[in-house]
């Protein structure tokens, strides 16, 4: 069974960092596999903010979070990773973790794209 476990939220204050936890398990992360990160906001589409080409290491990051967020992954570990540094109010949301499986490097921040999710893990920024 896929499965997909998000941790590392809580309150952060503005101008701070935190690092978001996604725990891989069912699968491992092989070489067709892309995970993602994306936010959601009450009221709002859900966010595309950076995605991971297990097989390349390639990334592509949303223009609110390029030079602020980084993803990584252990795959040792079976664990992607979301650096956030520099947090200001408008980062407060739902995080969530998604995967899909597809070989090559076309890579997407588009939700509908990914077909496994997490539960999400709340970020709350505050000034």
């Known amino acids: 069974q896929v499965q997909l476990v998000e941790s590392g939220g809580g309150s952060v204050q503005a101008g701070g960092s935190a690092r978001l936890v996604c725990a891989a398990s069912?699968?491992?992360?092989?070489?067709?596999?892309?995970v993602g990160w994306f936010r959601q906001v009450p009221g709002k589409d859900r966010e595309g903010l950076a995605t991971?080409?297990?097989?390349?290491?390639?990334?592509a990051y949303a223009d609110s979070v390029k030079g602020r967020f980084t993803i990584s992954r252990d795959s040792a570990q079976n664990t992607i990773y979301l650096q956030m540094n520099n947090l200001n109010s408008e980062d407060t949301g739902m995080y969530y973790c998604?995967?899909?499986?597809?070989?090559?490097?076309?890579?997407?921040?588009?939700?509908?794209?990914?077909?496994?999710w997490g539960q999400g893990t709340q970020v709350t920024v505050s000034s």
């Open positions: 991971i080409y297990i097989g390349g290491g390639n990334t």
């Open positions: 998604a995967a899909r499986f597809r070989r090559g490097y076309d890579l997407s921040l588009t939700r509908d794209d990914y077909s496994f």
């Open positions: 069912g699968f491992i992360l092989s070489s067709n596999l892309h």
